[in-house]
């Protein structure tokens, strides 16, 4: 079949543009010559038509509910696999051998501790900052550290860079916990995998042994997994578009973290838990559906409404089943907002203006009342999202700045402010 193209008529005037065909998904018209040609723009705010790069790392089918990471289903890697596995899969395409997962693991666990200067960082917060914004800082301050692998057209610099993100994101994520609660910090373990190294820096003290429990470990690792990726989400594109220019992959990650800390994206986790909280009881379900359905109200239903998914988020099937298994462990079966969580979703999804507009949870509706049962405090949610979403972060930027395509972002507008006018003298201004 020869080349396909998208014809746009202006003015009695043809513009042809070659339509991209992808390996799934929707089709794309190539449009990055419709300013030199037609002297026209699309415009497309908030990118709801707009695909921004390509990418083979994340697939996501937002009608059928559907999750690939480099062609592998979610809940295959969430079932079979550990986060560093899928880590490695997502940087390096494949998923590791036997020997390769061993070397993986061997060189992350030899970089979990951070620069002790780095420490003092921490110092100079207030205990009650929000550990977001702890995380951006700090974060951010990883680009003054390591000078000495800065040459990103080096793969060898890239991975010890890489290397590095995922190992202390846990330490660094762990600290702003420890520092929030006045508690000392709790160095990593050698001795433990990836996972049962953070709950051990997150809830261990000198004072006494600790032992992390096998199902927690096992949930925490599958949470991490489920937040690795998902193509290109706002704070992805933040830390593309950041990278574009060429500016330190921590820097461009510490930006991807603040945006991640909105509400409307990975701090929707913190926000749920907080609207379960303020809903309390389950007679108190339909006044909220009903403000989530008032126009004139600006409540949302939290963890609620994708911008992608239009069928069920498959992250929140498999969080939902994790929320069983964690809290079956702690014997809070009867968990109080557990069964209001499962109400408000049971009655969201059979009212007609959630199914009208296809709204279904996400994958932050059950996270929190996994990670509060875990014992991890509400105000660091969205911190467990960032340091899996580091992953995704990482190897996106990797995938922009090696893509001999890849150009610095650098969008126009549809200008609606003043017409041409001259400046009036100060003393002859009205
Ligand atoms: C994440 O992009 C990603 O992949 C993000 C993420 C990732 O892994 O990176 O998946 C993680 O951010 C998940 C989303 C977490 N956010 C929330 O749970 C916050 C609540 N959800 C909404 O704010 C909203 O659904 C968004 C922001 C998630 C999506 O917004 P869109 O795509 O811009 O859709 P929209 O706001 O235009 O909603 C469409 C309609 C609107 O009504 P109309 O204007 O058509 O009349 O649905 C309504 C909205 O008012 N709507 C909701 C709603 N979500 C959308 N109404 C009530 N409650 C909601 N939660």
Not at 121 to 142: C, E, Q, S, Y
Request: proline share 5%; hydrophobic share 40%.
């Amino acid at each position: 079949m020869g080349e396909r193209v998208a014809t746009i008529t202006i003015d009695e005037k043809s513009f042809n543009f070659p339509v991209m065909t992808p390996t799934y998904g929707n089709e794309v018209i190539d449009i990055r010559k419709l300013g030199g040609q037609a002297g026209v723009f699309t415009y497309d705010p908030g990118f709801l038509s707009t695909a921004s790069c390509r990418s083979a790392i994340t697939y996501i089918d937002g009608e059928k509910g559907e999750l690939l990471y480099r062609g592998y289903p979610i809940e295959q890697l969430a079932e079979q696999c550990s986060f560093l596995e899928v880590a490695y899969l997502l940087k390096y395409g494949e998923l590791p051998n036997a020997e390769q997962k061993r070397s993986f693991e061997y060189r992350i666990s030899r970089h979990t501790m951070l620069h002790d200067q780095i420490n003092r960082f921490f110092f100079g917060f207030r205990r009650d900052a929000h550990p977001m914004a702890v995380l951006v800082g700090v974060v951010g301050a990883l680009a003054a550290f390591y000078h000495d692998v800065m040459d990103f057209s080096d793969q060898e610099h890239r991975d010890l860079s890489f290397i590095r993100l995922i190992a202390k994101m846990p330490t660094i994520v762990a600290m702003a916990y420890k520092y929030s609660v006045g508690q000392p910090f709790m160095y990593p373990r050698n001795d433990l995998d990836y996972t049962s190294n953070f709950l051990y820096m997150m809830f261990g003290t000198p004072c006494e042994r600790y032992e992390p429990n096998p199902v927690l470990v096992r949930a925490m690792d599958v949470i991490f997994t489920l937040h690795a990726d998902h193509e290109q989400n706002a704070s992805t594109s933040t830390v593309r578009l950041a990278g574009s220019s060429g500016a330190n992959p921590f820097a461009c990650i510490s930006a991807g973290i603040a945006c991640l800390w909105g509400p409307a994206h990975g701090g929707a986790n913190e926000a749920c838990l907080r609207m379960l909280e303020e809903i309390g009881d389950v007679s108190r379900v339909g006044e909220y559906i009903k403000r989530a359905k008032d126009k004139s109200d600006p409540f949302k239903l939290m963890g609620f409404g994708h911008r992608v998914y239009k069928n069920y988020d498959p992250r929140a099937k498999l969080m939902r089943q994790i929320c069983h298994e964690v809290l079956a462990e702690l014997g809070l079966e009867n968990d109080r907002l557990f069964k209001l969580a499962l109400t408000l979703e049971r009655i969201a999804l059979e009212d007609e203006y959630f199914i009208e507009k296809k709204l279904y949870p996400n994958v932050d509706f059950y996270s929190g009342i996994v990670q509060r049962a875990i014992g991890i405090p509400t105000s660091m949610f969205t911190c467990i999202f960032a340091l899996a979403r580091s992953v995704g972060w990482f190897v996106q930027w990797e995938e922009m700045i090696t893509d001999p395509e890849y150009k610095i972002g650098r969008p126009r507008q549809l200008y609606v402010g003043p017409p041409r006018r001259d400046v009036v003298p100060l003393a002859e201004r009205g």
